[in-house]
C-alpha cells in the first residue's frame, strides 16, 4: 500500500510559478514511477509528468518546457514545478504512483490539490 499527500495549490495570475509536492508512504520502496495528472472543469483527465525510479522523466507536450518534474535523492517527495502558468493550466492536480510487485502493478492516487491560474 502507498498513501500519497499532495501540497503546494492555489491562486497565482498568468505568467506565475507554483511548485506542488506529492510525499509518498507506505510501501515506497516498490514504486516503480511517480507522476501527476490534471483534471479540469468538464475536461478528461490528462497526463501532465511522470518520472520512474531510475530518473526518467516524461511530459505531455503542452508543459515540456514549462513545468519540471523532480525528486530529491531518497526518491520522495516528488515536485512539479510549473512556471509561466496559463488560465487553461487551471485544474485539480493529483499525484500518482504505480507500485510495481513482481509482474504485478497497482496505481495509487492522492486527493488532489487544486491550482488555479487567473488575474
Known amino acids: 500500500q502507498v498513501q500519497l499527500v499532495e501540497s503546494g495549490g492555489g491562486l497565482v495570475q498568468p505568467g506565475g510559478s507554483l511548485r506542488l509536492s506529492c510525499a509518498a508512504s507506505?510501501?515506497?520502496?516498490?514504486?516503480?514511477?511517480m507522476g501527476w495528472y490534471r483534471q479540469a472543469p468538464g475536461k478528461e483527465r490528462e497526463l501532465v509528468a511522470t518520472i520512474t525510479s531510475g530518473g526518467s522523466t516524461n511530459y505531455a507536450d503542452s508543459m515540456e518546457g514549462r513545468f519540471t518534474i523532480s525528486r530529491d535523492n531518497g526518491k520522495n517527495p516528488v515536485y512539479l514545478q510549473m512556471n509561466r502558468l496559463k488560465p487553461e493550466d487551471t485544474a485539480v492536480y493529483y499525484c500518482?504512483?504505480?507500485?510495481?510487485?513482481?509482474?504485478?502493478?497497482?496505481?495509487?492516487w492522492g486527493q488532489g490539490t487544486q491550482v488555479t491560474v487567473s488575474s
Open positions: 507506505g510501501s515506497i520502496f516498490s514504486i516503480a514511477a
Open positions: 500518482y504512483a504505480v507500485e510495481a510487485i513482481g509482474y504485478t502493478q497497482r496505481t495509487y
